[in-house]
Antibody
Framework: QVTLKESGPVLVKPTETLTLTCTVSGFSLSNARMGVSWIRQPPGKALEWLAHIFSTDEKSSNRSLRSRLSISRDTSRGQVVLTLAYLDPMDTGTYYCARKMDTDAFYPDWGQGTLVVVSS | QSVLTQPPSVSAAPGQKVTISCSGG????????VAWYQQFPGTAPKLLMYGNDKRPSGVPDRFSGSKFGTSATLDITGLQPGDEADYYC???????????FGGGTKVTVL
């Protein structure tokens, strides 16, 4: 059974750096053609795609956030890490990690999400 | 501002049909398969449709999808109170090299 679980701080201060971890099970990050994305959702708003790390370790990220955002993985630990720097209250929301095949355009499996509040 | 455009809301009486549209462009819907997600309040999105018109196991055939050119649609027939949720379309954009989603559509059963 495939599962993804996000973890990280709930409350962070403006200008600080957020680090979130997605721990996966039921599949391997070193499996050919399997990657993980981060997607967020501000309260009451739409889904916003943030970044994806491919099975090849190639990365892609949202252009509007690229200067503040990075994604990495530790295949031995089954973890994908998202960092977002210079936080602003507008970064408040639920952050999801989700799995997809590298060549697919859909996410069959999602984590439960983790709420992040940016406030002083 | 989402890359894909959806109506904010649609509604119909139980048993009726609703259609949700998703409009994009050449580099996203025009060049990639479309997926649809169903999201209830406080829960993660759930894959409802993939490959434009394919239902994952367990999704009722009351849900159907289609794509034409740079637009896609999700139809829900025989609307039920349990279908009240937010629905998002999504795909990949090869110009942005990024995933893209619509702004979401709230379905209300009158």
């Amino acid at each position: 059974q495939v599962t993804l679980k996000e973890s990280g701080p709930v409350l962070v201060k403006p200008t600080e750096t957020l680090t979130l971890t997605c721990t996966v099970s039921g599949f391997s990050l070193s499996n050919a053609r399997m990657g993980v994305s981060w997607i967020r959702q501000p309260p009451g708003k739409a889904l916003e795609w943030l970044a994806h790390i491919f099975s090849t370790d190639e990365k892609s990220s949202n252009r509007s956030l690229r200067s503040r955002l990075s994604i990495s993985r530790d295949t031995s630990r089954g973890q994908v890490v998202l960092t977002l720097a210079y936080l602003d209250p507008m970064d408040t929301g639920t952050y999801y990690c989700a799995r997809k095949m590298d060549t697919d355009a859909f996410y069959p499996d999602w984590g439960q999400g983790t709420l992040v509040v940016v406030s002083s | 501002q989402s890359v894909l455009t959806q109506p904010p809301s649609v509604s119909a009486a139980p048993g009726q049909k609703v259609t949700i549209s998703c409009s994009g462009g050449r580099y996203n819907i025009g060049n990639h398969y479309v997926a649809w997600y169903q999201q209830f309040p406080g829960t993660a999105p759930k894959l409802l449709m993939y490959g434009n018109d394919k239902r994952p196991s367990g999704v009722p055939d009351r849900f159907s999808g289609s794509k034409f050119g740079t637009s896609a649609t999700l139809d829900i027939t025989g609307l039920q109170p349990g279908d009240e949720a937010d629905y998002y379309c999504g795909t990949w954009d090869s110009s942005l090299s990024a995933g893209v989603f619509g702004g979401g559509t709230k379905v209300t059963v009158l």
